[in-house]
Nanobody, 124 residues
Framework: QVQLVESGGGKVQPGGSLRLSCAAS????????MAWYRQVPGKQRELVAR????????NYADSVKGRFIISRDNAKNTVLLQMNSLKPEDSAVYYC?????????????????WGQGTQVTVSS
C-alpha cells in the first residue's frame, strides 16, 4: 500500500511564501516522477509542477514559472514545492501526485497515486 502525505498548506498574504511537502511511503520499488496539481471549485485539476526522480527534468505551468520551485529528496521519497510571490489566484487545494512502481508477490506494478490535498489560501 502506497501513501502520499502532504503538509505545509495554509493561509498567507499576497506576496508571501509557503512550502509544501509530500512524502511517499509504502512498499516502493521505484518512483518515476512526482508532481503537484491544484484545483479550485468548478474547475479542472491542473498541473502546477513536475519533477523526474531520475535526472533533474522539471516542468512548470506558465502561471507559476519564476515563482515556484519544485525539488526532491530521493532518499526520503519526498517532493517539495516552494511557492514564492503568491497571488490570490494561487488559492486552491494542492494535490501531490506520483507514479510509483511496487512489487508484491513477485509482481511489479506501476500506478499513479494521489495525496489527500492541502488547502492554500492567498488573501489579505
Amino acid at each position: 500500500q502506497v501513501q502520499l502525505v502532504e503538509s505545509g498548506g495554509g493561509k498567507v498574504q499576497p506576496g508571501g511564501s509557503l512550502r509544501l511537502s509530500c512524502a511517499a511511503s509504502g512498499s516502493i520499488l521505484s518512483i518515476n516522477h512526482m508532481a503537484w496539481y491544484r484545483q479550485v471549485p468548478g474547475k479542472q485539476r491542473e498541473l502546477v509542477a513536475r519533477i523526474m526522480m531520475d535526472g533533474w527534468y522539471t516542468n512548470y505551468a506558465d502561471s507559476v514559472k519564476g515563482r515556484f520551485i519544485i525539488s526532491r529528496d530521493n532518499a526520503k521519497n519526498t517532493v517539495l514545492l516552494q511557492m514564492n510571490s503568491l497571488k490570490p489566484e494561487d488559492s486552491a487545494v494542492y494535490y501531490c501526485n506520483a507514479v510509483i512502481g511496487t512489487v508484491e508477490r513477485g509482481l511489479i506494478t506501476t500506478l499513479e497515486y494521489w495525496g489527500q490535498g492541502t488547502q492554500v489560501t492567498v488573501s489579505s
